[in-house]
C-alpha cells in the first residue's frame, strides 16, 4: 500500500520528520523540539537532500526561537544570529540549507516589531519556502517529463525524490509525471554507498508508488549505460555554481561521464535556490566530508582492516561540460550555463 507519510511536517509547536536512517524497514517519525535536535537529526541524515533540508532549516529557526524564549527584540536578533550559523551550517554542501535560513531570518529581522511578528515572520516565511519547493518540483516534473517523453530506462543517483524535498521530488519529479501519464518506465536506481540512498530510498519511493524500480551496485551502472540499456540520466543537485558545475551524491561525475561516453543525455533537476551565484566555478564548492565509519562499517560491522584510511567526501563536482540540461522551476537551461542561469536567476529576482 502507498505510504503517504509527510517525510517533514510542522506540528504547531515542533517538527515531525520520518527519520531516513530506518528506511525501509521502519516508517519511524521523530519529533524535533530543539535546535541541537535539529542539527543532530541533518548529521546523521534522518533529514536529507538539499531542498528538504533547506525547509527543515527553516522550520527549526522558529523551533530554536522557541526554546530561548527572547524578551527583547536585541535578544531575538543575537539569538537568531546564533542559529544562522549553528543551523545554517550544519551541511555545507547542500546550499538550500544556507540560503533558505538565510532567508527567513533576514526576513524576520526585517519586517518585525515586536518579538510576536518575529515569530510569526519566521513561521510563516519557513512556511513559504516549503510552499516554493513544493511549486518548483511540480513544474520541475513538468519540464522533465516533456524531455524525457522518449526514453523508457531512466538511471538515477541517489535520492532526489519526495524524501529530499518538500514536494513531489527534482530528479524523482519527471518519472512521476511519466509514470501517472501512463507511459512505459523502468528507472535504474544505483544503489549510493555508503549510505544507500539509492538502494533504500529512492528504490522505497519509487516502488511505494509502483513504478518499476532496480537497484544496481554503483559499480554496475557503466557497464549497463555503455552496453545501450539505459535512455537517459537524471540526477539531483546539493549546489550549482554560476558556470553550471553542479555538486551532487557522490559517484555522480562517474555517471555523467559514462553517460557522454554513451551519447545519452545527462540532466540535472534543481530548483533555482540550489544555484549559488556567489561561486564562479565548482572548484570553490566546499565538499563536506564524513566520518570514516560511514565506510569501515557496514550496517555496524567492521569491513575495512584496523589501521587503513578512509576518504569519505559525501559529494562531487560534476563539470558543466558533461551536463546536457539543467532543468529547474523556471525552464530548461542549456549551455552556455554562464548566461543561461544568469537569466533564469534574474526571473525570479535572486541578487547575482
Ligand atoms: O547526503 P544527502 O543524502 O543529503 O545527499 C543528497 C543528494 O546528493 C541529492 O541528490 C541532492 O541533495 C538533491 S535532493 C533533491
Known sequence: MRDLTPPLEWAGDHIRIIDQTLL???????EVRSAA????????LAIRGAPALGAFGALALVVGFDEHEPSTLQ???TRLEQLRTFIGDARPTAVNLRW??????DHALSS???????RLALLTEAHRVAEEDAAACREIGRLGHELLRNATTIGTHCNAGRLATAGIGTALAPMYAKAEAGEPLRVLASETRPLLQGARLTAWELHDAGIDVTVLPDAAMASQVL???VDAYIVGADRIAANGDTANKIGTVAHALAAREAAIPFYVAAPTSTIDPALPSGVQIEIEQRDAIEVHEIRGKRVTPEGVAITNPAFDVTPERLITAIITEVGVLRAPFQES??????????SQ
Open 227 to 229: 552496453s545501450g540499456q
Open 75 to 77: 535578544e531575538a536578533a
Open 341 to 350: 542561469i544568469a537569466d533564469a536567476l534574474l526571473r525570479v529576482g535572486a
Open 100 to 105: 533558505a535560513v538565510d532567508r527567513v531570518i
Open 112 to 118: 518585525s516589531e515586536t518579538l510576536d511578528d518575529v
Open 37 to 44: 535536535a535539529a542539527v543532530e537529526a541533518m548529521n546523521r
Open 24 to 30: 525501509p524497514e521502519q516508517v519511524n517519525i521523530i
